[in-house]
């Protein structure tokens, strides 16, 4: 035995039996520890199987690191410290991440420490969450990212620096929430930022110069908000804007120079507001402006002029306002863009007064090329209140005239229609018995100084045949030729444009002065 122990040989075997046998061992611990972590992370995002997950997420790759595009669902209460947080690392080459929310309130935070890990991401998307308040740099320093939209969930309060320091950050959508103002530096350190979208919120204050930083923006949008007052501080820095969309507000007016800030704005939307007065300088500096709408507000009068500051218009829709007139100086600034073939000027749906005032619209019906703007306006209608001593109407035009609303200052109380029951209305719609009663035409209706009041197609009507009131010194220029800065200006053939309207002001002097001459030769004899 102690000769067996003692042998070299059998006992360099044994020393190298036991060493391969702990070796073997380690190896197996170390393989089988390496395998329990390689399992942790294999975890997929895009492949969960368990029933009770607050998240499923939908991807366009389910490989590991393979997708790029990945719909998460959010179906129960997701806590910022769920373990399903984690699982993303199985994706972390992704591009876009979308968050659709299924059940109100499960989700009301914004993950910003998952962002920051995924260094490939461009588009962030939340849907429907309760993301009620966006807090201070919710959004900063992703420095890939270049699109954000978080519409409809529910936000209120939008932080100062929420959205900071993103370099390619090119498109922020914030429409359909509630948020109700804007504040200073929200928007900080943002280069390539083109479009802002805030449609359909709560926004009734635009805070001095809460768009100060945003120099590179091209396009803001604002429509669908209780805005009442913009000035030229709302809008300072944004420099190289293009398109501003006010639509659907509260605006109730437009001071002097109150877009002076945006040189370079092209399109500026202004309808569905409640605006009655525009300044004569509102459009100050605004020579590269190309579309102006303003339909479907309460526009009266407009000052003469008011279009100076931007001569560059070729589209501009004044429709479903209250105007009783629009004269040459009104539109006498940008009438050279309107004959060609991409202009556009939409008058229809106002108050419009059968005058010489409006002489100016057969001439450039005549002159301009684009059909679309000629048929527009051959469809203008006007009231014409006429005098049978005095005015040249042929009955029988009067029955083809469509029914219209009249304002009230051409209507006899003893003539307004009845919306009571059917059978009070009969009296109205019958003919009269006695033909030469008042109301013997639907289409017109008498007052008390014996004149008749109807709508008439205003191409109807001949322009040496339009009444022409006594004029106020302010109307008399309206009526005139362009002025010395736009004498250079195309205006129709030869004078036609304006034949009628100043031979009616003439024919008007020549009378009053005539009458003038009776009455001194009367009293003297």
Known sequence: MRHFLYNPLILKVLLMTILFASSGLAVSKSRGKKKIVKETK???????????????????????????????????????????????????????LTFTV??????????????????????????????HELAERAFSNLNSVAEINLSRNMIVVVR???????????????????????????????????????NRNNISTVHDKAFKLLGSLQELELSGNQITVVTRDSFH?????????????????????????????????????????ISEKAFDSMRSLRKLNLSDN???????????????????????????????????????????????????????????KLAWIWGLRNETKNTKLRDALEELTCFLESNNATQKINSEDLGRNQPLDIPDEYVDDNSRVNHGDDDDNSDYYDEPEDENASNSNFHSKSNREGKKCCTKHLFELKPEELP????????????????????NARVGSGSSWFSSGSTSVQAGQSVLVASLLLLSILFFT
């Open 42 to 96: 294999e975890l997929n995002i895009c492949d969960i199987q368990s029933q009770q997950a607050p998240m499923y997420c939908y991807c366009n790759n389910v490989g590991l690191q393979n997708a790029s595009d990945v719909n998460c669902w959010v179906l129960s209460k997701f806590e910022r410290d769920d373990p399903m947080w984690g699982y993303f690392t199985s994706q972390i080459h992704l591009e876009k």
């Open 102 to 131: 299924r059940q109100i309130g499960s989700l009301d935070y914004v993950p910003s420490q998952l962002l920051h890990q995924l260094k490939n991401l461009r588009v962030i998307v939340f849907q429907y969450g309760s993301l």
């Open 160 to 198: 100062k620096y929420a959205f900071e320091n993103m370099r390619n950050l090119s498109v922020i959508n914030l429409d359909d929430n509630r948020i109700s103002e804007i504040n200073r530096d929200t928007f900080v350190n943002l280069p390539s930022l083109r479009k802002l979208f805030l």
């Open 237 to 277: 820095g944004l420099r190289n804007l293009l398109r501003l969309d006010l639509r659907s507000n509260q605006i109730t007016m437009l001071g002097d120079r109150s877009f002076i800030e945006m040189p370079e704005l092209a399109e500026l939307e202004l309808d569905q507001n409640q605006i009655i007065y």
């Open 298 to 356: 309460q526009l009266v009068t407009l000052i003469p002029d008011f279009l100076s500051g931007a001569p560059g218009i070729h589209f501009l829709d004044l429709r479903d306002n209250l105007l009783k007139t629009m004269t040459f100086d009104n539109i006498k600034p940008i009438v050279t863009n309107l004959y060609g073939l991409n202009s556009h000027l939409y008058l229809g749906e106002n108050n419009l007064i059968c005058d010489c």
């Open 468 to 487: 022409c009131p006594e004029l106020s010194r302010e109307d008399l220029m309206a009526s005139e030729q362009p002025s010395s800065r736009h004498e």
